[in-house]
């Protein structure tokens, strides 16, 4: 079939079921919303799609948010423990790339809401697996996860066909702050349900409420078919330009390729690969970060006698609590200054995004780690040095996400978060909590079991994510040197 041929084939095209690489014209008329306001329909759909991003990230960072709990529950090593993030992460990653393929192939709509429904079921089912059923709970993790990777594949591939130019930088901003505001629920709305019931499995039954509701709303709100709304190529920016392509109608701007054929194309993408790799140091922190942070400022504190060790059925929340609420702040302020940081930059140099990206990896990595050393002494330091090391992270997520959308070209976007995902996640923060588990349960190994040694051996594991910033800002450094090459390339 010859898409985007000639404005006499767009009525023919309208009826045809296309994935993330529909043909370019006019919105398709079906969906549920009345088509008289397009510009409505197309604010509620990115307004239920932010909703379930939301309800995303906060399934995810439940389990970090009451891990002390969790721990005590089953009896867990700091390794064992360290795997259930693990497991999450493992299957997350494997199901984004089979996502991805059906997103640039099939309805998009249908996927998610699966996914919904798949992985709102399985949490809510995880809250009453028992402490003789710890593999249970583990699996049950994993199956979270495959529901995940089909909302963080597809949703923002809608989102960039629903808007063009300037709005579509907005509207992905959005969406994409809906991750650390959502990653900071999960601790805060974790920790409060176990604080406020005594029983931490309540915590896993309160998204699946909201699960519900926003399957439906995305069956009554999102139009069973959406089409790029531009009719020229563009390679879409998050930070504010918009890059252009010579239009010609009579070249086949999406040619169906096999999926081998776009990850060949992809590999040899250097600045997608490069700030691939970049992202997959982000990862690699952010997951250690995630999982065992409120952990080890609870055994900081322990150690300074601010807290009494936990011997009781429900452990101390409060960490959780303060944590989450410094990713919420530090995300969304971090997001907004990295977009702006590279909008006005950019104008000056057109390597600005990765520079700015480098830059904050460095800055971040050395905030980390002083935070991790002085927690010993100064438990507001730590707090104080952990908001910078946060911040600095999240400069990144949509600059990172930028350099994407526009060094590939949209027929290619689907597979290419898809295999970012996969990358970042699989050297990443798939291994990370396990990893810094292992580290710390061979430390306190090494001597006789005390909570000195306890908070000692995670203080030193945690120094690893410093230097593995480091290398993620120097992958960053390099992606400077090709993407300018890169965009004129997916411009063409």
Partial sequence: EDEDRDLLLQGLLEEQNYGAAAAEGTPCPSGSVARNNPAKRDCLVVAVLCFGNLINFIDWFIVPGILLDIQKYFGL???????????????YMLAAPIFGYLGDRYNRKIILGAGLF??????????FITESHYRIFVLSRGLVGIGSASYSTIAPTIIADLFEEGKRTTVLSIFY????????CGYMLAAGVAKSTGDW???FRVTPC?????LLLLILLVPHRIQRKTAVHRALSISGTILEADEKPDVHMTAKTT?????????KNCSFVCSSLGLTAMAFVTGALGMWMPLFLYRAQVVQGIVPPCLQESCNSSNSLIFGGITIGTG????????????RLRKRNNKADPLICATSMFISALCLYIAVMVAQTSILSTFIFIAFGELFL??????????????????????AIALQILVSHLLGDAGSPYLIGLISNSLQARHAPSLQWSFRSMQYSFATCAFVGVFGGGFFLLTSFYIEEDRREAQR
């Fill in 332 to 343: 969304i302020l971090g997001i907004i200054a990295g977009a702006e940081a590279a909008r």
């Fill in 259 to 267: 999926w081998c054929q776009d990850v060949g194309s992809l590999i």
């Fill in 177 to 184: 702050i809906f991750i650390p505001v959502g990653s900071g």
């Fill in 201 to 203: 499995h309540w915590a």
């Fill in 118 to 127: 798949f992985w709102s079921g399985v949490t809510l089912g995880s809250s």
């Fill in 77 to 91: 090593s700091d390794g064992k423990t360290g795997l259930l993030q693990t497991v999450f992460t493992l299957c």
């Fill in 394 to 415: 999240s400069v990144n997520w949509a600059v990172v996400t930028d350099i994407l959308l526009y060094v590939v070209t949209p027929r290619r976007q689907s597979t």
């Fill in 210 to 214: 909201m699960g519900g509701l926003a």
